[in-house]
């Protein structure tokens, strides 16, 4: 069994491939390194996987669709693509719309062109998001409920995403996955989200942004939940007419963002600062994930509280930036 894993230097994507490799599988990652956020914390977590047997890396855009290509013929014989990689964010997007195009919407073409190509492939997984239910007010988000009013250009990228799949999946017959991740934390997290920006703040005794004057909830659901979501979701390919599923990996909790800050607060031992400010443009108030679908279709079963999650997270960020 051969695992091709996009996005192998990004948050998701290392934990993923760390517990690939403990059961002993063979990995073969991609990352195109961008500067999006911090390339040395991405260079950090390459480095540990390179030090891992079974791990072997390209440095190249899943966009690229010769890089592709000659990737498959390199490696014809990977049995199950994770497509973890993506242009994340939704602020961002607002500044730079290409780059969500070519990365989230060539990229998943380019990836499902790969797939086809690919005679030994069991099944795909790809990283769609809770972006999806956009300004939806029925809560917790059900896989079934109407998707069609995306708040942010990520959003409406993830969405198109899941209907290129369900396309490729009906006209060539591949076992595709998606799923919709819902906040995910943890240790090696991305700096441009909030546990790593607030962290920072708290520690320099700098004031933390809240929005929407701090009416917001989220779903936080830490990575070793979210690793474990994906494993079960590749070792499940679908069988239905589309073989296409979709499936929610969250908590199922959904928890006011003042209360994530307090855990925060108590596993450093310091006060935030909080400065409130309005709703930010493409933004949602709450999320919050049924989960039901996939505990009983994948066995599906999160299991850290946010209080144990938080304090993971705080022990790996002192230790990774020495504070």
């Known amino acids: 069994m051969t695992v091709l894993l996009t996005g192998a230097a990004g948050f998701i994507g290392y934990h993923v491939a760390e517990a690939l490799l403990a059961r002993g599988q063979s990995v073969v990652g991609i990352d195109n390194l961008n500067d999006y956020y911090d390339v040395g914390l991405k260079q950090a977590r390459l480095k540990r996987l390179k030090a891992r047997s079974g791990f072997v890396f390209r440095k190249l855009d899943f966009a690229d669709r010769d890089g592709m290509a000659t990737l498959g013929a390199a490696f014809p014989d990977v049995t199950h693509i994770l497509h973890l990689g993506a242009q994340p964010g939704v602020r961002y997007s607002l500044v730079n719309p290409y780059a969500y195009v070519t990365s989230n919407v060539m990229g998943q073409v380019t990836v499902l062109e790969l797939a086809r190509a690919l005679k030994n492939l069991r099944n795909v997984v790809y990283a769609s998001s809770s972006s999806v239910y956009g300004g939806n007010e029925k809560l917790p ?175 790996w960020y002192r230790d990774y930036y020495r504070v």
């Open 141 to 315: 988000f059900a896989v079934g409920d109407a998707v069609e009013t995306p708040q942010s250009l990520y959003a409406a990228t993830k969405r198109a995403d899941e209907l290129i799949s369900h396309t490729y999946a009906h006209l060539y017959g591949i076992p595709l996955v998606g799923l919709r991740f819902f906040t995910v934390y943890g240790p090696w997290g991305r700096p441009d989200m909030a546990p790593m920006i607030f962290a920072r703040a708290i520690l320099a005794g700098e004031a933390i942004a809240v929005f929407n004057n701090g009416e917001m909830w989220r779903d936080f659901t830490y990575v070793d939940d979210i690793v474990s979501g994906v494993l079960a979701a590749m070792e499940a390919p679908p069988a239905g007419k589309p073989p296409h599923k979709l499936y929610n990996i969250g908590n199922s909790r959904c928890e006011k963002l003042t209360d994530f800050i307090a855990a925060l607060e108590a596993a450093l031992g310091r006060k935030a600062e909080i400065r409130f400010e309005p709703m930010q443009p493409g933004d949602v108030e709450k999320t919050y994930a049924d989960i039901e679908a996939t505990r009983r279709e994948l066995g599906f079963s999160p299991t850290t509280p946010i209080g144990v999650g938080v304090s993971k997270f705080v022990a």
